[in-house]
C-alpha cells in the first residue's frame, strides 16, 4: 500500500480538539431521499464550520464515472466545480464540536483511504465515529422517518433498533471504515435513516432530519432542525394530495401503516416482513408508476421536493 499520509494535507493551525467526535458523510453509495446530502447541506448552511483537512481527490476520483460541471458561456469555458473530499471542523453556538468528513465516496484506493482516514482521526484526536447512511425501506411518509443501528460495540447500540437479519451487500466506503476501524477497536456507530421505498428518489427532510438529531444525540453537539421540519411537513402535505387521488396508492400506504403500527418502524426493506405487506413487485409498481405520472402545476414542487 502506497503512504495513506499522502492522500491528505491537514490545514495549519488546526486547534487542539479533545476527542471530537467524526462524522462521516460521504456521497456515492445509497443515499435514499437523497437524506444524507440534505443533513450535510443543512449543517454547512446553519453551523459555523472551518477546515481541517482536504483529501488528493485526483488520485481517489473516477472523473468519466461522475463527472463534475464544468460552464460555458458561449464563447470559452469560465467555471470548473472540482469535486472536494474533506474534514470540517462544525460548532454549535455553545463552542462545542465535531468533525465532518464529507464528499464524494472514493472510486478507488478503498483500503489506502480508510487507513488515510484513520490515520488522520488518530492525528486529531477523535473519538466516537458516527456513520450516515439512508435506504428506502418499507415505510409510510404518514409516520416519522427512524434509523437502524450497528456499531462496532454492542454498548453503543443501546437505544437503537438493529437489523435482525445476515446478508451479503455491495460494498462501500462508509462500511470499510467501520470495518477497518472495528477491527482496531475504534468506537464506530453507523447509522441508516428510513425513507419510503416510493419516495427514495426525492428529497425526503423527514430522513435527513432524523440522521441530524442522531447525530445531536450521539455527540451531544446542539444542532436545530426546524427548516427540514417545514420541509418535511410540505412534503407530506403534497405526496398525502397525490395519494388522495388514487385508491391504489392509498392501499399501499395503508399496508405500510398497518405494518408500521404493528411492528414499529423496524427498517425492514421491501422484501422483509412480506407477512404484512401485498408482494414487492405489487407495493413498488402501482405506486412509483402513480408518483412518476404525476405533473405538478408549473412553479409547484413535485413530491418530495
Known amino acids: 500500500m502506497l503512504d495513506p499520509a499522502a492522500l491528505y494535507r491537514l490545514e495549519p493551525d488546526v486547534p487542539r480538539l479533545v476527542e471530537p467526535p467524526l462524522v462521516v458523510a460521504l456521497s456515492g453509495f445509497v443515499d435514499a431521499g437523497a437524506a444524507v446530502r440534505q443533513a450535510v447541506d443543512h449543517l454547512l448552511a446553519t453551523r459555523r464550520h472551518e477546515l481541517v483537512a482536504t483529501f488528493d481527490v485526483d488520485q481517489l476520483h473516477d472523473y468519466r464515472a461522475r463527472r463534475p460541471p464544468m ?58 465515529t458516527v456513520v450516515l447512511n439512508a435506504a428506502p425501506t418499507a415505510v409510510p411518509h404518514t409516520r416519522p422517518s427512524g434509523v437502524t443501528a450497528s456499531a462496532s460495540r454492542p454498548e453503543l447500540l443501546e437505544g437503537y433498533r438493529t437489523w435482525e437479519v445476515e446478508a451479503q451487500v455491495p460494498g462501500h466506503v462508509t462500511a470499510l471504515l467501520h470495518l477497518r476501524g472495528a477491527e482496531t477497536g475504534r468506537d464506530v456507530l453507523s447509522v441508516l435513516a428510513h425513507v419510503p421505498h416510493y419516495l427514495a428518489g426525492n428529497d425526503y427532510p423527514d430522513a435527513a432530519a432524523v440522521l441530524l438529531r442522531t447525530i445531536s444525540g450521539a455527540t451531544g453537539v446542539d444542532l436545530p432542525v426546524g427548516d427540514l421540519l417545514e420541509q418535511a411537513a410540505a412534503t407530506r402535505v403534497e405526496v398525502d394530495k397525490q395519494v388522495a387521488d388514487s385508491p391504489e396508492a392509498q392501499a399501499v400506504v395503508a399496508a405500510l401503516e398497518e405494518q408500521y403500527d404493528a411492528s414499529g418502524d423496524a427498517g425492514r426493506g421491501t422484501s422483509a416482513g412480506s407477512a404484512y405487506l401485498p408482494t414487492a413487485d405489487e407495493l413498488g409498481a402501482e405506486f412509483e408508476r402513480f408518483l412518476a405520472g404525476q405533473d405538478p402545476q408549473e412553479g409547484e414542487p413535485g413530491p418530495g421536493r
Not at 80 to 99: A, K, M, N, T
Not at 101 to 128: H, I, K, M, N, Y
Open 71 to 128: 460552464t460555458f458561456t458561449g464563447t470559452t469555458w469560465t467555471s470548473y466545480e472540482p469535486p472536494q473530499l474533506r474534514v470540517l471542523r462544525v460548532l454549535d453556538e455553545d463552542g462545542s464540536s465535531f468533525l465532518l468528513l464529507t464528499g464524494p465516496e472514493p472510486d478507488v484506493q478503498w483500503e489506502r483511504f480508510s487507513a488515510a482516514v484513520w490515520q488522520l482521526a488518530d492525528r486529531l484526536g477523535a473519538g466516537l
